[in-house]
């Protein structure tokens, strides 16, 4: 049988969590792994390549779907960059609306912060989060 490491030495490796590397095999973005007799996973190096690739693309935001199409793409070989492209392309744009959508509401709350401290009854904190439409019409 050939050399591989366990799913407890995979999950260090890679640095995903063992419930986790079952999921992934669960939804099939991870080929599920030789067995030993006693029936143990047993993941190639290969497999640790791949796992890494999902984490990191995991921790760039990039979400399951286009992680298979990935390594759909990098599996084939000769396949086209330009998909790949298009994705990543697809994933920033993502990626610049939350950031417009997340600067919007930093400026909403920054307005509301600016309370002149007095009685709870005039506080901007509470005007603004009780009448948002309010809010929104000053702004």
Same mark, same amino acid.
């Given at each position: 049988?050939?050399?591989? $490491?366990?799913?407890? %030495?995979?999950?260090?490796?890679?640095?995903?969590? $063992?419930?986790? !590397? /079952?999921?992934? &095999?669960? +939804? %099939?973005? #991870?080929?599920? @792994?030789?067995?030993?007799?006693?029936?143990?996973?047993?993941?190639?190096?290969?497999?640790?390549? =791949? #796992?890494?690739?999902? =984490?990191?693309?995991?921790?760039?935001?990039?979400? +399951? *779907? @286009?992680?298979? &199409?990935?390594?759909?793409?990098?599996? &084939?070989?000769?396949?086209?960059? *330009?998909? %790949?492209?298009?994705?990543?392309?697809?994933? #920033?744009?993502?990626?610049?609306?939350?950031?417009? /959508?997340?600067?919007?509401? =930093?400026?909403? $709350?920054?307005?509301?912060?600016?309370?002149?401290?007095?009685?709870? =009854? *005039?506080?901007?904190? !509470?005007? $603004?989060?009780?009448?948002?439409?309010?809010?929104?019409? &000053?702004?």
């Amino acid at each position: 049988m050939s050399q591989g $490491v366990t799913i407890g %030495a995979a999950s260090r490796a890679c640095g995903i969590k $063992v419930p986790t !590397i /079952r999921y992934y &095999e669960q +939804i %099939a973005l #991870l080929p599920s @792994p030789l067995r030993t007799d006693g029936n143990r996973r047993l993941y190639e190096q290969s497999d640790l390549k =791949r #796992l890494r690739f999902i =984490r990191h693309a995991r921790e760039l935001g990039f979400e +399951i *779907e @286009p992680i298979r &199409e990935l390594l759909a793409l990098a599996d &084939e070989p000769g396949g086209p960059c *330009e998909t %790949a492209d298009i994705i990543a392309r697809s994933h #920033l744009a993502a990626i610049d609306h939350r950031i417009a /959508r997340l600067t919007a509401l =930093r400026a909403e $709350v920054a307005r509301m912060a600016e309370c002149p401290h007095g009685s709870a =009854r *005039e506080c901007r904190v !509470i005007e $603004v989060l009780g009448d948002h439409a309010e809010c929104l019409a &000053e702004h």
